[in-house]
Nanobody
């Protein structure tokens, strides 16, 4: 129904920047929210940022607010996560996700998202 493909991950030193991309295809009109999530080894998955597919203000986890910026280009069906001032604790597998639910997109729990990408690894060295 909806396919998501992430790209842009890699290895950077602390303080560096990366820009993740998430290309969506399929029946994307069904999506209500899109978000970025991450999971590090031994830790639970956590929501990073989200945005309404139709537009509106984005939402951020406190740990990344002021450093990360989520955006989307609906014409290209692509979502982005600009990550600046990266810290070692940002190291994780990053996933983009889309939801068909009508829940508030500011809910970053993530379990209610319907479609997920394969993930892209972000490694930040100190």
């Amino acid at each position: 129904q909806v396919q998501l493909v992430e790209s842009g991950g890699g290895s950077v030193q602390a303080g560096g920047s990366l820009r993740l991309s998430c290309a969506a295809s399929g029946y994307t009109d069904r999506t209500t929210c899109m978000g970025w999530f991450r999971q590090a080894p031994g830790k639970e998955r956590e929501g990073v940022a989200s945005i309404d597919s139709s537009g509106g203000a984005p939402y951020y986890a406190d740990s990344v607010k002021g450093r990360f910026t989520i955006s989307q280009d609906n014409a290209k069906k692509t979502m982005y996560l600009q990550m600046n001032s990266l810290k070692p604790e940002d190291t994780a597998m990053y996933y983009c996700a889309a939801s068909a639910s009508h829940a508030w997109c500011g809910d970053l729990r993530g379990w209610w998202y319907s479609w997920w990408g394969q993930g892209t690894q972000v490694t930040v060295s100190s």
